[in-house]
T-cell receptor, first 116, second 114 residues
Framework: GNSVTQMEGPVTLSEEAFLTINCTYTATGYPSLFWYVQYPGEGLQLLLK?????DKGSNKGFEATYRKETTSFHLEKGSVQVSDSAVYFC???????????????FGQGTILTVHP | DGGITQSPKYLFRKEGQNVTLSCEQNLNHDAMYWYRQDPGQGLRLIYY???????QKGDIAEGYSVSREKKESFPLTVTSAQKNPTAFYLC?????????????FGPGTRLTVT
C-alpha cells in the first residue's frame, strides 16, 4: 500500500534560517503530493501541492519539487519566521485505482519551532 | 465564506455513551472524509463518502458509524464499541476522488472520554 515517511522532529531553528523537511513516499501509479500545515488547536491547511513528476509547488515562500526518481517531496524555505512555527504534514493521494484511489495518506508530521 | 464547520470544538463524554460529531460544508463538494489524529501521529482515515447515500470504511472504522443523507453533511458517531475514543477528529471534503484534488479540512473537534 501507499506510505509516507517524514524526517523525525521536532525541528528547532532561529528566525531567518533555512528550512528543509524531508519527505519520501511509496506508492503505486502516479500519486499527487501535498504539504499541509497545522497550527496549534486547528485543522489542516493546504500549503502546496504537485500533481506530476518534476512539478514544483510553492506558496508563502515554501517550495517542494516532486522527484519521481528519488520518490521524494522535500519541503524547503529560504528564511523562516516565528509565525512558521507549526506542524507540517506530507501527504499523497493515490491515482492507481482500487482501494487506494482518492485517499490521502499522511506522514507522521514534523513539529517546527522557530525562535526569534 | 465557503468552508467546513465542525461542532463543537470540545466535547466531553462518559465512557459507554455514544456521541455524534457534526460536519457541514458549503463548498458543494461531493466527497467527504473523517480522520482521527492522535498525538505525534499522522491522520488516519475513519470513513469516507464519495456521494450522497454512499460511504465506505477507511483504515480504522471499527467503533464508528456515519451517514450521508445530504451533500452538505457527514456526521460521525463514536460508539461505545470504540476502545480508545479520546482524540482529535477532523472532517474534510474534496471536489471529487481524483488524485489531483486537494482535501479541505475543518477546524476539528477534540473529544475526551472519561
Amino acid at each position: 500500500g501507499n506510505s509516507v515517511t517524514q524526517m523525525e522532529g521536532p525541528v528547532t531553528l532561529s528566525e531567518e534560517a533555512f528550512l528543509t523537511i524531508n519527505c519520501t513516499y511509496t506508492a503505486t501509479g502516479y500519486p499527487s503530493l501535498f504539504w499541509y500545515v497545522q497550527y496549534p488547536g486547528e485543522g489542516l491547511q493546504l500549503l502546496l501541492k504537485a500533481t506530476k513528476a518534476d512539478d514544483k509547488g510553492s506558496n508563502k515562500g515554501f517550495e517542494a519539487t516532486y522527484r519521481k526518481e528519488t520518490t521524494s517531496f522535500h519541503l524547503e524555505k529560504g528564511s523562516v519566521q516565528v509565525s512558521d512555527s507549526a506542524v507540517y504534514f506530507c501527504a499523497l493521494r493515490g491515482g492507481s485505482g482500487g482501494t487506494s484511489y482518492g485517499k490521502l495518506t499522511f506522514g507522521q508530521g514534523t513539529i517546527l519551532t522557530v525562535h526569534p | 465564506d465557503g468552508g467546513i464547520t465542525q461542532s463543537p470544538k470540545y466535547l466531553f463524554r462518559k465512557e459507554g455513551q455514544n456521541v455524534t460529531l457534526s460536519c457541514e460544508q458549503n463548498l458543494n463538494h461531493d466527497a467527504m472524509y473523517w480522520y482521527r489524529q492522535d498525538p505525534g501521529q499522522g491522520l488516519r482515515l475513519i470513513y469516507y463518502s464519495q456521494i450522497v447515500n454512499d460511504f465506505q470504511k477507511g483504515d480504522i472504522a471499527e467503533g464508528y458509524s456515519v451517514s450521508r443523507e445530504k451533500k452538505e453533511s457527514f456526521p460521525l458517531t463514536v460508539t461505545s464499541a470504540q476502545k480508545n475514543p479520546t482524540a482529535f477528529y477532523l472532517c474534510a471534503s474534496s471536489i471529487g476522488q481524483s488524485r489531483s484534488y486537494e482535501q479541505y479540512f475543518g477546524p476539528g473537534t477534540r473529544l475526551t472520554v472519561t
